[in-house]
Each structure stands twice: as C-alpha cells, then as structure tokens.
C-alpha cells in the first residue's frame, strides 16, 4: 500500500496542474489567471521535490511563483484587470 501512494499523489499533482494550465487559458479576468498560474507553479514546485529535485524546486517556488506573481500583478495594477 505504501508503495502505491506515491503514485496516486503523482497523478493527481499531474491532474491539477492540467486542471490549472487550462483554467489559466479560460479564465478572463486577469487577477484570477494569476493566481490560478501561481498555483500552477506551486503545483509545479511539489512535483518537482517529488523527482528528487530540491534545487529546482526551490527555484520554482522562488521564481515561478513569487516574483513571476509580484510581476504580473504589479502589470495589472497599473492596466485593466478585464481582458
């Protein structure tokens, strides 16, 4: 059983970061596709700590999700949130 849990965790990291790359796609309202693309490189950090890969998933954590974030939603601001 614990053999297998791993697995499943692994699918289902996979299933939401697919969920997230389409919702980002969808969504029209620019503030929830950033947070909706944060979760994604969340999603994405985790996976990669599941691969054995620390350094790249701090740099993911770092990176891809904070200051990609703090960027877009500086843009945002200073345009309109709509598409």
Same mark, same amino acid.
């Given at each position: 059983?614990? $053999?297998?849990? +791993? $697995?499943?965790?692994? /699918?289902?990291?996979? @299933?939401?970061?697919?969920?997230?790359?389409? #919702?980002v796609?969808?969504?029209?309202?620019?503030l929830?596709a =950033? !947070?909706?693309?944060?979760?994604?490189?969340?999603?994405? /950090?985790?996976?990669?700590?599941? @691969?054995? /890969? +620390?350094? =790249? #998933?701090? =740099? $993911?954590? #770092?990176? %891809?999700? %904070? =200051?990609?974030?703090?960027?877009? !939603? /500086?843009?945002?601001?200073?345009?309109?949130?709509? $598409?």
């Amino acid at each position: 059983m614990t $053999e297998i849990l +791993p $697995e499943i965790l692994n /699918a289902l990291l996979l @299933l939401f970061l697919v969920v997230c790359a389409i #919702a980002v796609a969808q969504i029209r309202d620019m503030l929830s596709a =950033v !947070i909706v693309f944060a979760s994604f490189g969340l999603i994405m /950090a985790v996976i990669w700590q599941q @691969l054995s /890969a +620390p350094d =790249v #998933a701090m =740099v $993911e954590a #770092a990176l %891809g999700t %904070g =200051v990609t974030t703090l960027l877009l !939603i /500086a843009t945002i601001s200073k345009t309109k949130r709509t $598409e």
